[in-house]
């Protein structure tokens, strides 16, 4: 389905794996140019993913440009052109470790790992990515610090990770979600049995909410790209939320639209209505 006669939107949101790269993990070049034509119209693009500022740079060489950035899943905003943290929300110790208790009982043989954020994306006096010895990465991350249990809840972190390899991630958060209640916001964007929580609130459509706040733009007038569980809050929150072909059906369901496959362009084909 498509909608073909909206205006054009003031401020363009996207996530990034599933969506604006490719499965080889490239931005292809009708997507690059795409996403120029948006920028040198003067309308804002955003990446809103995630993943933490560090994994930014990759996408950013890929489009050309370096945007504003909703990063960790809503937690943290980060001006990649600057390589500076505006802002970002924690989950404080204590909540780190009521947390990891519970889902130690309620999934056992469960890996925690936690996401930590610094003043920019490669500040070497935090260690940004810490993981217990029993946690296995559902993707290749070079720059893990393995720890001991205690120490990956030992600081405040913009994302506490669990991880079951062999479990389904939607069946995880079901488990865990009536435990945890409004104390921390439950969501994932894999579904190879890894669930990342976050303070309460903290979604893509907060950060985003941020970021439109800034820059003075009404979310109505956004159009906003995802595929996975994740990306629900701000396809939501958005005047036009596109999902992709490969979408979740969880982000199927509430999308407005929904446009071609990651690996066909989607994100441009909808840009190129307005920037064509």
Partial sequence: ?????????SLVAS??????????????????????AVVDDGVPFVLATGRPPRWVAPVVDGLGYAPLCVCGNGAVVYDSATDRVLASSTL??????????????????????????GASAHDAAT???????????????????????????????????IRLPGALSGEMRDALAPLVGDRADITYSTDHGLIELSAPGITKASGLAVVAER??????????????PND????????????MANAHQEALAVAD???????????????????G
């Fill in 257 to 275: 639209e929904v446009t071609t496959t990651n690996a066909d362009n989607g994100v441009a084909r909808v840009l190129e209505r307005w920037w």
């Fill in 215 to 228: 820059l003075r733009v009404d979310p109505s007038t956004m159009v906003a790209f995802g595929d996975m």
């Fill in 92 to 117: 404080d110790v204590d909540t780190l470790a009521w947390l990891a208790d519970i889902a130690e009982r309620t999934l056992p043989g469960c890996g925690l790992a936690a996401e930590r954020i």
């Fill in 1 to 9: 389905m498509t909608r073909l006669h909206l205006p054009k939107p």
């Fill in 127 to 161: 260690p940004q990515f810490v993981s217990s010895p029993e946690y296995e990465h559902a993707w290749l991350n070079p720059d893990d610090t393995a720890v001991a249990r205690h120490e990956v809840i030992d600081a405040p972190a913009i994302k506490m990770l």
């Fill in 232 to 243: 629900v809050p701000m396809l939501t929150m958005a005047g036009n939320g596109v999902a």
């Fill in 15 to 36: 996530d990034v794996d599933g969506t604006l790269i490719d499965p080889s993990e490239r931005v292809s070049a009708r997507t690059k140019a795409a996403v120029a």
